[in-house]
C-alpha cells in the first residue's frame, strides 16, 4: 500500500480543508496517509470525522512555513511541518509526500533533504494543463527563472516520461515554448535547446507557441520557469475571466437566464475540465523523492488528487524511468 505524507498546515484553507482531502483520498485510493501538524490541530479534526484509523496517522511539528517565507528562511525552520514531512519521506516512513505550502520553500528543502536524481542538474516544477488532447505537461513550472539549453532537454525527457506513465500518451509529442515556430525564431537559450533535442529520440517538434500549450499540436510543452510561470499565471487569470464574463452574461436578461438552464449540463462539464481541482499537483520532477505541491487556495477535492498523484507517481516508478532515460547517451 502506498503512504503518502501531507503537510497538513500548508495552503489558504487551514488543516481542515487538507484534512478532508487526504482522509477522502485514504478512501478512495486506498492509500496510507500521514497528516503533519502543528500541536493537535489535526486532532481535533480527525475528531470530528469518520475515517479509517488504520490508514491515518499523525505526526506533531512545532512549526510552520509561511507562505511569504523566502526558500532560505524556510530552510532555517527545522522544526516546520514541511521540514518533517519531507525528513520523514527521507526515513523511508512515506513513498511520497504532498503539500499545498510554499513552493519556493517545497524545492529548497526537497533539495536540501532528498536531494536530485542522477543525471538531473535542476528539478523543475511540473504542471498539467488542461487542453484537448486530455491535458499538457508543461515544465519549468517556475522553479528555474534562468536555464541553460541542457536542462530544458533535461525538462523534456522528464515530461515525456511523466506524460506517457500517468496521462497516457504514448511517445508523447514535445514541443519548446517560443515566440514562433519558424527555426529563426526563440532566443539563444531556445535555439540551442531545439538543436540539441532534435539528436534525441524524443518525438521532438520544434518551437512551439503559446496556444500550443491547450490545443493539442503536442503533449509536452518546456521552457524556463520565468516563462513557464508567466505562462501559467496567464491562463489562470484568462479562466477567470471568462468565468466571470460568463456568469455576467448569462445573469445579464430573462432570456439568458432561460438560456442557461437548458444548456448548464455543458457548461458544468465544460468547467470540470479547466478545473485545477482534478489535477491536483505538480510534482517536483527532479527530486531522489516523490513531492507534489499543491495549489494554495486547493479544495478538499484537489488535495485529494494531490495525494492521487503523488501515489502514481509511485505505482510508475517515474524517476527510476527518468535515471533510466538520462543515463542514455542522448540524455
Do not use: W
Request: hydrophobic share 40%; glycine share 14%; net charge negative.
Amino acid at each position: 500500500m502506498r503512504r503518502i505524507i501531507v503537510d497538513a498546515m500548508g495552503g489558504d484553507h487551514g488543516p481542515g480543508v487538507v484534512v478532508d482531502g487526504a482522509l477522502q483520498a485514504a478512501e478512495e485510493y486506498g492509500v496510507e496517509v500521514t497528516l503533519v501538524s502543528q500541536s493537535d490541530a489535526v486532532e481535533s479534526e480527525l475528531s470530528r470525522r469518520k475515517f479509517n484509523p488504520s490508514a491515518v496517522s499523525v505526526l506533531t511539528a512545532d512549526g510552520a512555513v509561511d507562505m511569504h517565507d523566502s526558500p532560505s528562511r524556510a530552510l532555517k525552520r527545522k522544526d516546520s511541518s514541511m521540514r518533517v514531512a519531507f525528513d520523514r519521506l527521507k526515513a523511508g516512513e512515506g513513498d511520497g509526500l504532498v503539500s499545498a505550502g510554499n513552493s519556493g520553500a517545497m524545492m529548497a528543502i526537497g533539495m536540501f533533504v532528498l536531494g536530485r536524481l542522477p543525471g538531473v542538474d535542476r528539478p523543475a516544477i511540473l504542471t498539467v494543463t488542461p487542453s484537448l488532447s486530455g491535458g499538457t505537461v508543461l515544465l519549468d513550472g517556475g522553479a528555474n527563472t534562468d536555464c541553460k539549453p541542457r536542462q530544458l532537454v533535461q525538462f523534456a525527457h522528464m515530461g515525456a516520461i511523466y506524460a506517457e506513465k500517468i496521462l497516457g500518451h504514448a511517445n508523447p509529442r514535445v514541443g519548446v515554448l517560443s515566440n514562433g515556430e519558424e527555426d529563426g525564431k526563440g532566443n539563444e537559450l531556445t535555439r540551442e535547446a531545439v538543436r540539441e533535442l532534435h539528436a534525441t529520440e524524443l518525438n521532438f517538434m520544434g518551437h512551439v507557441e503559446g496556444r500550443d500549450i491547450t490545443n493539442g499540436r503536442v503533449n509536452v510543452v518546456v521552457c524556463d520557469g520565468f516563462t513557464g510561470n508567466v505562462a501559467l499565471k496567464t491562463m489562470e487569470g484568462l479562466g477567470q475571466f471568462v468565468s466571470s464574463a460568463l456568469k455576467g452574461a448569462f445573469r445579464s436578461s430573462l432570456l439568458s437566464r432561460l438560456g442557461y438552464l437548458l444548456c448548464r449540463g455543458a457548461i458544468r462539464s465544460a468547467y470540470d475540465r479547466l478545473d485545477y481541482a482534478r489535477y491536483g499537483g505538480a510534482p517536483l520532477i527532479g527530486l531522489n523523492g516523490v513531492a507534489v505541491v499543491a495549489h494554495g487556495g486547493s479544495s478538499a477535492e484537489a488535495i485529494k488528487n494531490a495525494v492521487r498523484v503523488a501515489g502514481e507517481a509511485v505505482s510508475q516508478d517515474i524517476n527510476g524511468y527518468i535515471v533510466s532515460a538520462l543515463d542514455k547517451p542522448d540524455g
